[in-house]
């Protein structure tokens, strides 16, 4: 059974920098597409940042292209997301999410990690 240890968040001031890591374990990322979703209170989850593992093809939304950049560690079973000019509007809990080949639903989530954005 796959399961997602996400770490990394925290705090930053606007125009900052974070990293966000998601580690599979009980299973590989293999086949499966990663995704980064957030939440803030009141409003819908919506996704940031996915990525394919077998083909390496990313998604990204618009409120985050060109700042966020998504990648693969194959060594390590992870996804990186890397958070560049930070806004406060990018303040959310943080979930990593992966879907199975042939799925069309994340199925399996993290535990969620908080990034909150000073101006």
């Known amino acids: 059974q796959l399961q997602l240890v996400e770490s990394g968040g925290g705090l930053a001031q606007a125009g900052g920098s974070l990293r966000l890591s998601c580690a599979a374990s009980g299973s590989t990322f293999d086949g499966f597409a990663v995704g980064w979703f957030r939440q803030v209170p009141g409003k819908e989850r919506e996704i940031v940042a996915s990525?394919?593992?077998?083909?390496?093809?990313?998604y990204y939304s618009d409120s985050v292209k060109g700042r966020f950049t998504i990648s693969r560690i194959d060594a390590e079973n992870s996804v990186h997301m890397e958070m560049n000019s930070l806004q406060p509007e990018d303040t959310a809990v943080y979930y990593c999410?992966?879907?199975?080949?042939?799925?069309?639903?994340?199925?399996?989530w993290g535990q969620g990690t908080q990034v909150t954005v000073s101006s």
């Open positions: 999410a992966a879907r199975a080949p042939r799925k069309f639903d994340y199925e399996y």
């Open positions: 990525i394919s593992w077998k083909t390496g093809g990313t």
